[in-house]
């Protein structure tokens, strides 16, 4: 193959099946809570979508981890953190999930407003900082 003078080839990562990060649990309003916590610095924290868990970021966690410390947690109810007993059509909402979400984070000593990864969507931002609608 040729390739123009000065291109180095590139180094291509192997995408991996094997969560290599040990996860954590934690009691958060009496229900337990898993999650992945590596490295350090101002932490980053990687959200999952519906019905997946920590392991979606496996491969990028290595990647980021030199840069802040990464919380991964698996959402109330998903994974292996604990299902809700009586959960039904209401239950699993975003209110419940960031509830949740912030009693983990308040309790691994996390700042009100770290950084927040999420799945994208096509025109949505995964970046969020800002208090949901309509909470103010």
Known sequence: MLRPKGLRERQVSVISEVMTYQKRFLDVYGHVMAYVDAGQGNPIVFLHGNPTSAYLW??????LQPAGR?????LIGMGDSQKLADSGPGSYTFAEHRRYLDGLLASRSCSP????????RPGRSSRSS???????
């Open 58 to 63: 496996r491969n990028i966690l290595p990647y």
């Open 70 to 74: 990464c919380i991964a947690p698996d």
């Open 113 to 120: 407003s770290p950084g927040i990864s999420g799945p994208r």
């Open 130 to 136: 800002a208090p949901p609608k309509g909470s103010r």
